[in-house]
Structures are given as C-alpha cells and as structure tokens.
C-alpha cells in the first residue's frame, strides 16, 4: 500500500469544467425537447383512446421533465463540489508546506 497521496488538482478543476459543460447540455436538450411537445399541443383525440393515452402520458411526461432538470442541476453540483475539493487540498498542501518550511 503506498504510504502517500497524490491529488492533480488540475484534473479536478478541468472534470469540474466538463460536468458544467454536460450539464447545460442537458439542460438545453430538456428544454428543446419540452418545446417541441408542447408546440404539437394535444395530438391525441378526446375519446376513450386518446383520454386514455392521456391519462398514462401527462403524469409520466412531467416526471421525466424533473428528473432531467434535477440531473442537469445534481451534475453542476458535482462539478461545485470537485471545485471545492481542489481548493481545499491545494489550501491544505500549502499550509502543510509552509507549516514544515524554515521558521
């Protein structure tokens, strides 16, 4: 087992950098496709079939709206919290660092 660590604090910072990235895309791409079904309106009929299409459609529809935001939103957060972990190994390396250094 080795007996140190070793933290690229850049590789952290630059995955950080490509959640937020994937995140708006996946934002962008829930909101094009929200647009789209909703610019077709009610294409289904009012009768037993189409109620009943409905019925099963709408609920199901409004869930996979929120769960791509709330993924959208879940990768932006991973992406803050990689940032914070490179800012506080770099603060704690530098601490440590001068904290053994010449007094």
């Given at each position: 087992?080795?007996?140190?660590?070793?933290?690229?604090?850049?590789?952290?910072?630059?995955?950080?950098?490509?959640?937020?990235?994937?995140?708006?895309?996946?934002?962008?791409?829930?909101?094009?496709?929200?647009?789209?079904?909703?610019?077709?309106?009610?294409?289904?009929?009012?009768?037993?079939?189409?109620?009943?299409?409905?019925?099963g459609?709408?609920?199901?529809?409004?869930?996979?709206?929120?769960?791509?935001?709330?993924?959208?939103?879940?990768?932006?957060?991973?992406?803050?919290?990689?940032?914070?972990?490179?800012?506080n190994?770099?603060?704690?390396?530098?601490?440590?660092?001068?904290?053994?250094?010449?007094?």
């Open positions: 087992m080795p007996d140190h660590l070793k933290v690229d604090v850049d590789t952290f910072r630059k995955k950080a950098n490509e959640f937020h990235t994937l995140a708006g895309q996946m934002s962008s791409a829930e909101q094009l496709l929200a647009d789209g079904l909703q610019h077709e309106g009610e294409c289904w009929g009012h009768d037993d079939t189409g109620s009943s299409f409905a019925d459609y709408g609920p199901k529809a409004t869930t996979t709206f929120q769960n791509a935001t709330a993924h959208a939103e879940h990768l932006n957060g991973l992406a803050d919290l990689l940032i914070k972990v490179a800012d190994y770099s603060a704690t390396e530098e601490h440590n660092t001068s904290s053994l250094g010449p007094r």
